[in-house]
């Protein structure tokens, strides 16, 4: 099983930008505040109101080889599971 896919199910894209302080006059922080959701964060408030790149901008980005990779890596880590949780529920039969 290739490195990255122990990450697979986890985390199937990881970027760490880093933080940035910006300045911003009180009435367009007010009117981001106000969009502001109360399960998210500044960042990701911004990041949807600006919009995020969708699916079909990220279509191509992979070759095929590593895409079938990436699938063999799923199943093996969905049979893993489907293993491990059988366990579990025979140890309570």
Known sequence: M???ARFLTVCILCIHMGSKTIRLN???YSKLRAAKR?????????ERLIGAPSLTELAGIL???????MREAIDEADE???????EIVERFE
């Open 2 to 4: 290739p490195y990255w």
């Open 80 to 86: 893993a599971d489907a293993e491990a949780v059988e």
């Open 26 to 28: 009180d009435d367009v």
């Open 38 to 46: 109360e399960d998210e964060t500044f960042s990701e408030t911004v």
């Open 63 to 69: 070759d095929s080889d590593t895409v079938d990779d």
